[in-house]
């Protein structure tokens, strides 16, 4: 039994941070899934693929899967790299491609 501890990035519908605090502890798949013959639905009798904690901090969920004899690997969160640009940028006259409606 292994689990992933990560914290969750932002959604694409959401220009704020919001829900992205928080670390969570996922177990991996221990069977594969399957894919039923007769409705062709894909389904997994592991159930722990279904179990997501949440904790507050990354030493939080660590001890917690130290306590409980859970192995884990941590994927720390990767912060987007920002350009800062001004809007009159957009309509600068040596621009390197031209502006057009």
Do not use: C
Request: charged share 30%.
């Amino acid at each position: 039994m292994s689990a992933r501890i990560f914290s969750p990035s932002k959604t694409a519908m959401q220009s704020g941070k919001a829900k992205t605090g928080h670390w969570v502890l996922e177990f991996d798949r221990e069977q594969p899934r399957r894919v039923e013959p007769l409705m062709g639905y894909t389904s997994s009798s592991d159930m722990r693929q279904q179990v997501r904690l949440r904790f507050a901090t990354k030493e939080a969920a660590v001890s917690y899967a130290e306590k409980h004899g859970i192995a884990y690997r941590i994927e720390e969160p990767q912060e987007p790299k920002r350009r800062r640009q001004a809007y009159a940028d957009n309509f600068k006259f040596d621009r390197r491609t031209p502006w057009t409606h």
